[in-house]
């Protein structure tokens, strides 16, 4: 299974773009890096995938160099309601795409 | 976008009774869906895969005995707690494995999340 290691926490300002690293060292070949948001008692959200370089869509970025050691989600002029849990994560194509969580960083951010 | 719910959203129940929790896929048709438990601060753990017509896989340590798994169809699997215990309190999410298929440049690999069910054994 691909491990990933990302920070506990982060606090941030309304209007601040937040950038959360997340390490995958042992990462497959075909595996794709997927990040989610959960809110306190909601399952978590899917929020962006990608497999390298740079992926955008409405709601933020994904950065991910050549390596695919790590991967960046940024997140452009945060408000108070994006303040959740992020996960970072990898699928696991050889079981069965079955996913493992990690800890997730925890973005708390202030007016 | 695909959606997926859970039945019931918060449940209470004695402790030695069972209780059984429904995840749907309400518009798309999902061969696997898997069942998570998350503690207050913690992460999500991965209890079982669900596959429908065959037996759910569960995870090292979760027991199969405890947690009955049932995919009868392509659009629900049901998760029963038996013989509840407080200790088995839990807040409960499913989530679907979106097909190929469903969405065109659907995101590989992702699962869609219900909204979770809140378990409380007294």
């Known amino acids: 299974l691909a491990k990933t290691t990302q920070p506990i926490s982060m606090d941030s300002y309304e209007g601040q773009e937040v950038n959360i690293t997340c390490s995958h060292n042992n990462i497959a070949t075909n595996d794709y890096i997927t990040w989610y948001q959960q809110f306190p008692s909601q399952g978590p959200r899917f929020i962006i995938q990608?497999?390298?370089t740079k992926v955008t869509n409405e709601v933020a970025s994904l950065f991910i160099p050549a390596d695919r050691k790590s991967s960046t989600l940024s997140l452009p002029r945060v408000s108070l309601s994006d303040t959740a849990v992020y996960y970072c994560l990898v699928g696991d194509k050889a079981a069965g795409n079955k996913l493992t969580f990690g800890g997730g960083t925890r973005v708390l951010v202030k007016p | 976008g695909a959606v997926v719910s859970q039945h019931p959203s918060r449940v209470i129940c004695k402790s030695g009774t069972s209780v059984k929790i429904e995840c749907r896929s309400l518009?798309?048709?999902?061969?696997?869906m898997f069942w998570y438990r998350q503690f207050p601060k913690k992460s999500l753990m991965l209890m079982a895969t669900?596959?429908?017509?065959?037996?759910?896989?569960?995870e090292q340590g979760v027991e199969k005995d405890k947690f009955l798994i049932n995919h009868a169809s392509l659009t629900l699997s049901t998760l029963t707690v038996t013989s509840a215990h407080p200790e088995d309190s839990s807040f409960y999410i499913c989530?679907?494995?979106?097909?190929?298929?469903?969405?065109?440049?659907?995101?590989?690999?992702?699962?869609?999340f219900g909204p979770g069910t809140r378990l409380t054994v007294l």
């Open positions: 669900s596959n429908e017509g065959s037996k759910a896989t569960y």
């Open positions: 990608g497999y390298k």
């Open positions: 518009d798309f048709q999902a061969t696997t």
């Open positions: 989530s679907a494995r979106i097909p190929p298929a469903y969405l065109a440049g659907a995101p590989r690999d992702t699962q869609y």
